[in-house]
């Protein structure tokens, strides 16, 4: 799922690790969903986009395919 997680991260100075830490995840799980290789659940998403102060769209793109229904 394309992300924007490392350009907030950035923007904030924090390192991988300190994001983890602050939202009780392993660096290197910031490091796959940054990478575009792991999916964060559901709650993970909420707790990066609470600690960005910002929408859970504004993070993540889920790419959904226009063709697909619910």
Avoid: H, W
């Avoid at 983890?20 to 909420?46: H, M």
């Amino acid at each position: 799922m394309k992300n924007a997680v490392r350009s907030y991260r950035e923007e904030s100075n924090l390192s991988q690790g300190e994001l983890a830490e602050a939202v009780g995840v392993t660096r290197q799980t910031i490091n796959a969903i940054e990478r575009e290789r792991y999916d964060p659940s559901l709650e993970l998403a909420f707790k990066l986009a609470a600690y960005f102060q910002c929408r859970v769209e504004d993070l993540f793109d889920p790419e959904l395919d226009a063709d697909s229904t619910a």
